[in-house]
């Protein structure tokens, strides 16, 4: 049985190391004489936790989508359990269906009410196939946008957490208006009466992402990846191809990290993750997204709404890089 | 169809499952090709007959550009360059331009096979234009008006920065000044090279529509093919009244993307002007001829 912490179902190709120092401590461990060997795995505990931290200090932008994407890395379903009490789920648009692919409802974290809303991938076969592997189609971002609403008209803060691949391509969503859809909420967003924080816990995906996080505060876990484009489909359409390589160098050219989205000033803070990533402690990264959700929504329900909204307005309207050239 | 395979890019759901749908996965591609198919482009011998893409007859030039680059056999709205937009759409010399000069930055320093300020400063040369975007104020059948246009030749009229940026300040001009706004968009939607900021500016451009419409302003979109990606994810799709040109590609995701998404072939005519009207999303189909006309007429129903 794997050790608190320990991630050996699913290995990424830069763990390998760790995993197999992990091993070594399993098998002293598990055995008859594990007391015998108690310094041998003591001492390998510290190689292992110091090699975890250098490893996860040093990920390459690749590295991190490869994280961002873990099948372990907790979900919005896992924030809700870790994070939320007394959830009451609200379901639907109202219009066309119950899109899976975003869970929305009443939730408590802390003393506070919220209204939650997040991108949900799927944790079982079933689950995925469902939520379309966290594809959300028209339908959940309008249901999105009513609960949104509903919170505005009640008082209550925004929590949106983020983690998707992209809205869903497909020929449903299309006919359904999913460019409509995502406008929607960027127009309705910008202008709600009530403090929105969003925080990147996994996937940021382009549009399908911002669809429900133009918020007063925007947090990415350490490890969550957010763009324009993922890595592969840059990679496909600049070097023509998408391989290890260009992979690599789309991630790094697309500027995709945390810490480069809190650099140029397109989100406001950056959540640091538990030792070895969120998929290796999950109650250790809900305590900190909770902690960041707590302070923000405290220091944004002093402002008033009409400040608050002009301040968003204000936030957005900074973002981009021009130069001036006499055409 | 034509057009989607003209614009339609390799996607990222060739090798990443799920499938992921990108605001900019067409816009690059357009890159790799951008020209607009019916001008001749500078260097090349201007020719006296062109090709139609709708019905592959050749017609004599002249006689198009009479005929507002529509085909005059098969009625094949041919894409147009912004200036010629413009051009069309304005009484005549009333085109009063801002922010001609705004460039991009390379505030990433993205380099791909080619250092992005490269490719700027190739299609810059070869377009004379700084982006993929020109605003100003003009007249409409005498009336006053904003208007932005994208610009296809342009980096496949992505949108990045100052795309973003022009928008947002005709916007902020429209409402100063209580004047309609009309935005003449054909995109292959983001701007991949300036990553985050393109995505931004479609929150951007979005919130700056929410607070003109608080405003009172006449916002009407035009839809040219092609449309898509976070261009229609954005302003595209929130005009009060939203025209489209016959047999646009207007969507989201890239066909192609869809296609290896579901495995199965698109429906015929999926994705065009007439997809859209029919699931509701666009309010009238307007023949090129006709979009002054139907634009004037709005402007007044709406007593701007």
């Known amino acids: 049985m794997a050790r608190p912490g320990y991630s050996a179902t699913y290995v990424l190709d830069f763990e390998q190391p760790i995993i197999e120092i992990e091993k070594q401590i399993d098998h002293l461990a598990d055995g008859a004489q594990a007391d015998r060997f108690a310094n041998e795995i003591r001492a390998l505990e510290e190689t292992r936790s110091s090699l975890l931290s250098k490893t996860y200090a040093s990920l390459s932008p690749w590295q991190t989508v490869r994280v961002a994407r873990h099948p372990h890395r907790p979900q919005t379903s896992d924030y809700i359990q870790l994070m939320c009490r007394d959830f009451c789920e609200l379901h639907g648009d109202r219009r066309f269906g119950d899109d899976p692919a975003i869970i929305t409802g009443f939730a408590r974290i802390g003393s506070m009410k919220v209204m939650l809303i997040g991108h949900q991938k799927g944790k079982t076969v079933a689950e995925k196939v469902a939520c379309h592997f966290g594809c959300a189609h028209p339908e959940g971002y309008r249901k999105a946008l009513l609960k949104m609403k509903l919170a505005e008209k009640f008082g209550l803060p925004i929590v949106t957490l983020v983690d998707t691949p992209g809205a869903y391509p497909g020929v ?107 998929h290796r402690d999950p109650r250790g990264a809900a305590d900190r997204v909770q902690a960041w959700i707590l302070d923000r929504i405290r220091e944004l329900q002093r402002i008033n709404p009409e400040t608050l909204v002009r301040q968003r307005y204000e936030k957005f309207r900074a973002m981009g890089a021009l130069s001036r050239k006499i055409g | 169809m034509n057009a989607s395979s003209q614009t339609s890019g390799p996607s990222a759901a060739e090798s990443a499952p799920p499938p992921v749908a990108t605001a900019a996965d067409l816009s690059a591609e357009a890159n790799a090709s951008a020209s607009v198919e019916t001008e001749t482009k500078k260097g090349v011998p201007e020719g006296l007959w062109i090709k139609c893409p709708g019905c592959a007859e ?224 666009v309010d009238r189909i307007v023949h090129r001829k006709d979009l002054r006309s139907e634009i004037s007429r709005v402007i007044d129903y709406a007593n701007k």
């Open chain 1, 172 to 278: 449903g969503s299309e006919q359904r208006g999913q460019a409509q859809a995502i406008a929607e909420n960027l127009f309705e967003m910008s202008r709600l009466r009530t403090p929105v924080v969003s925080v990147v816990i996994g996937e940021g995906g382009s549009g399908g992402a911002l669809g429900i996080a133009v918020g007063d505060r925007v947090g990415m876990l350490e490890h969550a990846w957010y763009s324009v484009i993922s890595p592969e489909g840059c990679a496909a359409i600049l070097w023509k191809e998408a391989n290890e390589t260009t992979n690599n160098r789309a991630a790094e050219a697309l500027a995709l990290t945390a810490r480069r989205n809190l650099e140029n000033g397109l989100i406001d803070d950056v959540i640091p993750e538990p030792p070895g990533g969120a």
């Open chain 2, 58 to 281: 050749m017609e004599f030039k002249k006689r198009v550009e009479q005929n507002l680059m529509v085909c005059p056999r098969c009625q094949h709205h041919m894409r147009v360059s912004a200036a010629r937009r413009i051009e069309q759409l304005l009484d005549p010399g009333s085109f009063d331009r801002f922010n001609a000069d705004m460039a991009p930055a390379d505030p990433l320093g993205f380099i791909d096979t080619k250092p992005y300020l490269d490719r700027i400063r190739d299609t810059q040369k070869k377009t004379g234009e700084n982006d993929a975007m020109q605003t100003g104020y003009g007249f409409v059948k005498g009336r006053r008006v904003v208007l932005a246009c994208m610009d296809f030749t342009f980096f496949g009229g992505s949108m990045g920065s100052v795309v973003g940026e022009k928008i947002t300040q005709a916007i902020e001009r429209a409402m100063e000044k209580n004047l309609p706004l009309i935005i003449v968009s054909c995109s292959g939607g983001a701007r991949m090279q300036e990553s985050g900021y393109s995505l931004m500016q479609m929150a951007k451009t979005s919130a700056a529509l929410a607070r003109f419409h608080e405003a009172g302003g006449l916002y009407i979109s035009v839809l040219a093919d092609p449309t898509t990606g976070g261009v229609t994810a954005s302003f595209a799709m929130l005009g009060d009244v939203i025209f489209a040109e016959p047999k646009a590609l207007i969507g989201f995701a890239g066909p192609r993307v869809i296609a290896q998404t579901i495995r199965q072939e698109l429906p015929d005519g999926f994705q065009t002007s007439e997809f859209l009207l029919e699931s509701g999303f």
